[in-house]
């Protein structure tokens, strides 16, 4: 096994080449993508495919569902697991029912409509229910921005508590650091 410096000095050349090919990729994307619209939306030349992949890729890693599979099979036993099945089996079927109809939402609107905008014109179709479909964008918005920020809380959370002792380094201290790095990383597209 690796003595303490060898372990620290394999960490930080592994982070540093981490923050090498952030940057080298950022590059590139900003040659393409000269804003924040371009970036999350590619100026509305986002495909199905590249926006099914963005989504599997930002919110189904490998690493994320190992962790929450074996967080809620060690919390709630094997009912944990069935239920987190469960779950993943219920979101498929809803994907392959609701697909078709965002398909057809997002290739009308020339990629630039959003999945609250959609949820609102889907359930308060009429130009009367204007206040309605601007309460569905609002929860729907509202439900999108606390989930998720939990979800990065947590993931920034566990690799602070996973890296900080390993580095001799305070855990909110570094949680501090990374959660600027990545608010700095994502404005600069």
Not at 49 to 77: K, P
Not at 133 to 139: E, P, T
């Amino acid at each position: 096994m690796f003595n303490d410096t060898a372990f620290h000095a394999y960490l930080g050349v592994g982070a540093l080449l981490l923050l090498v090919i952030c940057l080298i990729d950022l590059k590139f994307a900003r040659r393409v993508n000269h804003n924040l619209y371009g970036f999350f939306l590619m100026s509305g030349k986002l495909r199905l495919g590249g926006f099914i992949g963005a989504i599997l890729a930002a919110n189904l890693s490998l690493g994320n569902f190992l962790i929450f599979v074996a967080s809620w099979g060690f919390a709630f036993g094997a009912a944990g697991i069935f239920w987190f099945i469960v779950n993943l089996f219920l979101n498929s079927i809803c994907y392959i029912v609701f697909v078709p109809a965002f398909r057809n939402y997002i290739q009308n609107h020339e990629n630039s409509g959003t999945i609250h905008e959609f949820l609102s014109t889907t359930f308060a179709p009429e130009p009367s229910q204007q206040s309605v479909a601007k309460k569905i964008r609002l929860v729907a918005s509202a439900t999108t921005i606390i989930g998720l920020l939990f979800a990065i809380v947590f993931e920034i959370h566990l690799a602070a508590a996973l890296i900080g002792p390993l580095l001799n380094i305070n855990i909110a201290l570094l949680f501090s650091v990374l959660t600027v790095f990545i608010c700095i990383y994502s404005a600069a597209g």
